[in-house]
Structures are given as C-alpha cells and as structure tokens.
C-alpha cells in the first residue's frame, strides 16, 4: 500500500515534532542541572559571607580575608556563567516550542487533508456501490417484466 502525499508530510511533521520534543527534554534536564549548580553556587557564597563576617571579627590577616574574597568571586562567576547558560537555554526552549508547534500544525493540517480524502473517496466508493446496486436492481426488475 502506498501513501498519499499527505500521509508522507503528516509523517514528517509527526518526526519534527517528535524531535523537538526530545530536545525540549534534554534542554530541561540541562536547564535543571545548572539550576542546581545556580543554587549551590549561592548557598557557597553565603557560607563564604557568614565565614567572612566571622573572620572579621576575629581580626584575623589580610590574606585569609583575600582568600575568602578570592572564593566568593568565583562563586560570582559561577552563579554570572550558569546565568548566561540559562539564558542560552531558554533562548532555545523558546526557538525549539515555536518548531514543535509549527510541526504540530502540518501535522494537524495535513492529517485533516488525508482524512477529507478518505471521506471523499469513501463517499465516491458508496456512490459507485449503489449505482451498481441500482443497475442490477433495475436489471432484475426488466427481467421480470
């Protein structure tokens, strides 16, 4: 059995979407993962804070203090990476929902085609049915006659 035009292109929709689908997954799993790392790299520095104050209070030396500054700022490019990561992503997300639901609407478009052409064909076999019930209806009534 071969298929029609639009069973083919309903079939590649269905792969687009199925595909953007994938990758919408995989970009919230990345998306998760770094969220993840966001909120260690916070709660890193509010450690690195609290250690700060405490080493201030203590008058303790310069170069541990340097040191603690020294973490926190790589905490902050941490946290300043990932948000940049996340914007990427996003940007994605945004790029790849818009392909699934072009993707949906083929498919949906050329799904509703195929469909009226069965429909269509359906109704010409019917009709072809009863004017052959008709024929030989009208051939036994004129045989009888």
């Known amino acids: 059995m071969s298929l029609s035009p639009h069973q083919i292109l309903s079939r590649l929709a269905d792969q ?3 595909k953007a689908q994938e990758e919408l ?7 998760q993962r770094l969220e ?6 916070e709660a890193s520095q ?7 104050e405490r080493v201030l209070e203590q008058k303790t ?7 603690i500054e020294e973490a926190m700022q790589e905490q902050q490019d941490m946290v300043h990476l990932v ?15 818009k392909d699934w639901i072009a ?3 083929k498919h949906d478009t050329h799904d509703k085609i195929q469909k009226a052409a069965e429909k269509k064909q359906m109704r010409l076999n019917e009709q072809r049915i009863q004017r052959q019930l ?6 036994f009534t004129v045989h009888e006659a």
């Open 83 to 97: 948000d940049v990561n996340l914007q990427k992503i996003h940007e994605e997300e945004s790029q790849l929902l």
């Open 25 to 31: 997954a995989t970009l919230g799993k990345e998306r």
């Open 16 to 18: 687009e979407r199925m």
């Open 103 to 105: 993707a949906n609407r």
């Open 36 to 41: 993840a790392l966001r909120q260690d790299a």
């Open 61 to 67: 030396e310069a170069s541990v203090l340097w040191m």
């Open 46 to 52: 509010a450690r690195l804070r609290q250690e700060r």
């Open 134 to 139: 008709d024929d030989l209806f009208a051939s």
